[in-house]
């Protein structure tokens, strides 16, 4: 088992450009979670899915929208990328809330100039 | 107030010693609770969880929960450079996502 993919590893966007991180995970997880994470912040949930053909926002949705595309995939897309989005993006898959943990991937490394 | 809160550190114990990482949450609601490392350059990764009021054990590590202060412990015994990372805490709400804090960095000295 891969257990969670992520691609790319990194980019570099300049302002205004967009962009889609893909997502995929193996493990048959009904919830996946997109975060971002920087210097002295901590993990900050974007969006995630509790399951299947359901999206909801997390503490700092503005700027990216997801698509849950089937049990396996979760995109996350930048429309229009800004300085203040450069970022390392993790996604991370559970089998349920309330249950065991989340598995996270290895992430991608976002630059945006 | 963060909803979870670490101290950042750095944490600088030497290696044998016992590095005590703290966690406190302000949702009482919270019913699950989760410790990460996090090395380097590296996705986050399970060490342990705790559901229930006490102590947990697995190996060298010891999670320690206390409900009634908010508040949640990691307790590294005889520290080993390897041990050197960001440790996460993470609290899981009654939405069922889980909420990290900021990290707090250990250094374990040779």
């Known amino acids: 088992n891969a257990g969670v993919t992520q691609t790319p590893k990194f980019q570099v966007l300049k302002t205004g450009q967009s962009m889609t991180l893909q997502c995929a995970q193996d493990m048959n997880h009904n919830s996946m979670y997109w975060y971002r994470q920087d210097p002295g912040m901590g993990l900050r949930l974007i969006y995630y899915?509790?399951?299947?053909?359901?999206?909801d926002k997390g503490e700092v949705p503005n700027g990216y929208n997801v698509s849950r595309l089937n049990k396996r995939e979760f995109s996350l897309r930048l429309e229009s990328a800004a300085p203040s989005q450069t970022s390392v993006y993790f996604c991370?898959?559970?089998?349920?809330?309330?249950?065991?943990?989340?598995?996270f991937g290895p992430g991608t490394r976002l630059l945006v100039l | 107030q963060k909803e979870v809160e670490q101290n950042s550190g750095p944490l600088s114990v030497p290696e044998g010693a016992i590095a005590s990482l703290n966690c406190t949450y302000s949702?009482?609601?919270?019913?699950?609770f989760f410790w990460y490392r996090q090395y380097s350059g590296k996705s986050p990764e399970l060490i342990m969880f705790?559901?229930?009021?006490g102590d947990k054990e697995d190996g060298r590590f010891t999670a320690q929960l206390n409900k009634a202060s908010q508040y949640v412990s990691l307790l590294i015994r005889d520290s080993q450079p390897s041990d050197s990372a960001t440790y996460l805490c993470a609290t899981e709400n009654q939405g069922g996502k889980l909420i990290f804090g900021q990290g707090t960095e250990l250094s374990v000295k040779p």
């Open positions: 705790i559901y229930s009021n």
């Open positions: 899915s509790a399951s299947e053909g359901t999206t």
């Open positions: 991370a898959s559970r089998k349920a809330s309330g249950q065991e943990t989340q598995y």
């Open positions: 949702d009482r609601g919270s019913q699950s």
